[in-house]
Structures are given as C-alpha cells and as structure tokens.
C-alpha cells in the first residue's frame, strides 16, 4: 500500500496436496522508520537491510515488545 506504507509479502500456492498461504514479510513505514512487523525469512529482513546501507538507527524490530527493543542495537520505536 504505498498511499499508507504497509508492504506484505505472502506465500500463496499449494505444496503437493498441503494448501500454502501466509505472511512471509510485513513492514509499516512509520514516521521515517522502517517498522518490521514480521519477519519469516530465515536471513533476516533487518539484515537485508543493513547490508544495503540503511542504518539500524532507522529499523524497529516490531515484533519484539517495547521493553526487548532497547536492549538491541536497532531503533526502539
């Protein structure tokens, strides 16, 4: 949704006989932050990121409650 910042990337399709669909990625760009919502991928969306030069000042890993946050090296919110 570009008008709001809300990105989803999601896993639809089918795994033989099994149906597949969920949320692989969901990011919110919040006051000039990246906001990690969720992250299913196994390197890392933040370490995607830092590896393209965003600073870890600009992440929030969103998933993680208020109180974790400020023990990691990214942004608290």
Known sequence: ???NDHYQIF??????HRR?????IHIDIINDKIWIQYDGT???VAN???DVGIPKYDIVL???TP??????DFAVG
């Open 1 to 3: 949704d570009l008008e």
């Open 62 to 64: 969103a998933f993680h």
């Open 48 to 50: 995607e990121l830092t």
């Open 67 to 72: 109180f974790m946050r400020q023990y990691s």
């Open 42 to 44: 196994e390197y890392g």
């Open 11 to 16: 896993s639809v399709g089918w795994e033989e």
């Open 20 to 24: 597949v669909y969920g949320c692989l």
